[in-house]
């Protein structure tokens, strides 16, 4: 299987919340909107989309916010920090170094979903090793 794109949905009752929040904070562009479903892409990464379904629909049960985490990748996690705590998101989680190579913090969308803003950063040497040991040749 080759695997073109990718695309989390979300069935939820805040379709219009939703689409606002991923278009005002992280530039997604609208690709569709009818009265239940909404989908947008990320520019910067056309096969990357987030799309929002109602709950009604046969397809998809209601979504609780519970157990999803979706994780962006971003060069300047810092500034990205400062721009969504400057426009009043709230932060879930603080800026952080973990030990596994990564600087992150967390937001939450408008259903609840943990948003893990990252930028990678030097692993600790016990993280490395575990890497390493993974790697094939």
């Given amino acids: 299987m080759k695997i073109k794109r990718v695309d989390v949905t979300i069935s ?3 379709m219009q919340e939703s689409k606002e929040f991923y278009q005002k904070y ?3 562009k609208l690709v569709y909107e009818s009265p239940w479903y909404i989908e947008l892409v990320s520019p910067q990464m056309p096969t990357t989309g987030i799309s929002f379904t109602l709950p009604q629909r046969e397809a998809g049960e209601f979504f609780s916010g519970k157990g ?3 994780s962006y990748e971003v060069d300047d996690v810092d500034a990205e920090y400062r721009r969504l705590k400057d426009a009043g998101l709230d932060i879930r989680q603080e800026v ?3 030990p ?3 600087r992150s ?3 939450d969308d408008p259903n609840g979903v ?3 803003i990252y930028q990678t950063i030097e692993p600790t040497p016990e993280y490395k090793a575990l890497y390493e040991a993974f790697k094939t040749e």
């Fill in 26 to 28: 992280f530039n997604f």
């Fill in 12 to 14: 939820t009752n805040k």
């Fill in 114 to 116: 943990h948003l893990y």
């Fill in 96 to 98: 952080q170094d973990k």
């Fill in 105 to 107: 913090f967390v937001v």
């Fill in 68 to 70: 999803i985490i979706i």
């Fill in 100 to 102: 596994w190579g990564e």
